[in-house]
């Protein structure tokens, strides 16, 4: 069976990182960056028409 590339990436960023995962939080992270990766996905895949302005920053 094929390794998942997201648990690759969650091996490989913890390590970048120094940031120990402990095995038992592995599955909770996988769940936590599927959940941010459809909801990116679905962000990007929104098309703009090219007239669209950013929005305006206000600073007090």
Do not use: G, Q
Request: net charge negative; aromatic share 6%.
């Amino acid at each position: 069976m094929a390794a998942d590339p997201l648990d690759d990436y969650i091996d490989a960023v913890s390590r970048a990182l120094a940031l120990a995962v402990d095995d038992a939080w592995k599955p909770s992270v996988k769940a936590n960056l599927e959940v941010s990766l459809r909801l990116a996905r679905l962000v990007d895949e929104f098309a703009l028409p090219d007239e669209t302005e950013p929005a305006s920053v206000f600073a007090a």
